[in-house]
């Protein structure tokens, strides 16, 4: 290779060099201003509204809708400096592409998340990153996760309330007592299904049911779904 056939794979190689370090500084601004964003973040604790005109109905709740479903779920809706949870780089994306698709930074971050994702504080675990509009309206940013389930909704149903509570343990201690025998409930033979004995272990198991479920709530747990959804507290 002669002298001139030298040079020119030298610039190029130095080219291909420089373009190289040029995308490692992008690379290295975007991971900058993704901590920064992710600091704004985890560091949102009041509430701030944010005017972002033409934004997609369907990604608009309000705050009734956001509450029904909390306590369908179990969930608790709160500032999002109160999360825990790791914030991934989808969601840090999509609130880029909604700051740049309305031109403004958004600030008073709220996730909607299981309660054991959030530090509470003692009064005595799909996250959803919203941003408030005004007028009790919110933004759906990102959603990340697999929290709203039909399971969930189902082991959130006692809970939601204490009528629903007292109808589970009423549901339980009727299916429990007509799940016994005849046989275990009069010495008779035969037995009829229904008697005043079922009846009695029906009451009996209504009582007792009742009672450790309100120990074992005001014990470990004291707040149903409907005062639970917003509360930054365990208890």
Not at 23 to 50: G, H, Q, W
Not at 158 to 184: E, F, K, Q
Not at 202 to 208: K, P
Request: aromatic content about 12%.
């Amino acid at each position: 290779m002669d002298q001139t056939g030298e040079d020119e794979l030298i610039r190029l190689l130095r080219g291909q060099d420089a373009l190289v370090q040029e995308v490692y500084s992008i690379l290295e601004e975007e991971e900058k201003k993704d901590t920064v964003l992710r600091a704004v973040i985890r560091s949102s604790f009041s509430p701030s509204v944010n005017q972002l005109y033409g934004a997609a109905p369907e990604r608009v709740f309000t705050l009734g809708a956001i509450r029904n479903v909390c306590i369908k779920y179990r969930l608790r809706f709160l500032p999002s400096g109160r999360f825990k949870g790791p914030v991934p780089a989808e969601a840090l994306y999509a609130v880029k592409r909604v700051e740049a698709k309305h031109g403004a930074p958004l600030a008073g971050f709220m996730i909607l998340a299981p309660s054991s994702q959030f530090r509470l504080c003692d009064c005595n675990a799909d996250p959803m990153l919203f941003v408030p509009m005004g007028g009790d309206r919110y933004y759906l940013v990102h959603r990340w996760g697999h929290d709203m389930h039909a399971l969930r909704a189902v082991m959130g149903w006692p809970v939601r309330g204490i009528v629903h509570m007292a109808a589970t343990v009423l549901l339980l201690a009727a299916t429990m007592a007509a799940i016994v025998p005849s046989a275990w409930l009069s010495p008779e033979l035969p037995a009829e299904w229904w008697s005043i004995n079922r009846l009695a272990l029906f009451t009996c198991l209504s009582l007792f049911l009742g009672a450790a479920a309100s120990f074992g709530w005001l014990a470990f747990f004291g707040q149903f779904s409907k005062e639970a959804w917003n509360s930054s507290t365990f208890n």
